[in-house]
């Protein structure tokens, strides 16, 4: 029972470089969301995705990228990184258009320097 | 602008006695409102829910209050124990979910 499952736990990256962060999820939700976590400032919504094929963008898209060509599985792309990038990223998974309980990845965390 | 706020950033309470951890938000559209709980380097874990038509859900210890008039929510664990220390995190859903900034709780025994 993996539930959601997130890649890398831990990333040093450099100013300008790119990665992919990687969600996967097998319980066949059709909701899928990213999530960055600051001090004092919670859980903030990037890019969040109601079924294949349909992404959009939360409260701080900029500078990321997302798609979503699979049920299972929701990349989180940052292009070119930045210092303020720094954070603590989180993946989650709900059965309905962000209502009822939504699950968690244990968590990225990307520093970027 | 956060749409959910939590604007006690910390609570400290004795083993045994009531926790009661606040939220507001400032969106009338959100119409379902959820608790979650995290612990140092997890993910958060789900808690507790309560729909818009409803004001007040209970779970074990765990009640959750909502006064949609004052755009308030408020968790109450009774009685509290030293394994209820964590991070609480209000949550609010219209269309996607929006998060508070999150209440650090410690009940010392």
């Known amino acids: 029972n993996a539930g959601v499952t997130q890649t890398p736990k831990f990333q040093v990256l450099k100013t300008g470089q790119s990665m992919t962060l990687q969600c996967a999820q097998d319980m066949n939700h059709e909701y899928m969301s990213w999530y960055r976590q600051d001090p004092g400032m919670g859980l903030r919504l990037i890019h969040y995705?109601?079924?294949?094929?349909?992404?959009d963008q939360g409260e701080v898209p900029n500078g990321y990228n997302v798609s979503r060509s699979t049920t299972e599985d929701f990349p989180l792309r940052l292009l070119s990184a930045a210092p303020s990038q720094t954070s603590v990223y989180f993946c989650a998974s709900s059965l309905w258009t962000g209502k009822g309980e939504a699950f968690f990845g244990q968590g990225t965390r990307l520093t970027v320097v | 602008d956060q749409q959910v706020k939590q604007n006690s950033p910390s609570l400290s309470v004795q083993e045994g006695r009531i926790s009661i951890l606040n939220c507001d938000y400032t969106n009338s559209m959100f119409d379902y409102f959820l608790w979650y709980k995290k612990y140092p380097a997890e993910g958060p874990t789900f808690l507790i829910s309560i729909s818009s038509i409803k004001d007040k859900n209970e779970d074990g210890r765990f009640t959750v209050f909502l006064n949609k008039s004052a755009k308030h929510l408020s968790l109450h664990i009774v009685p509290s124990q030293p394994g209820d220390s964590a991070v609480y995190f209000c949550a609010a859903t219209y269309n996607d979910m929006r998060f508070g900034a999150g209440t650090r709780l410690t009940v010392k025994p």
């Open positions: 995705s109601v079924g294949a094929g349909i992404t």
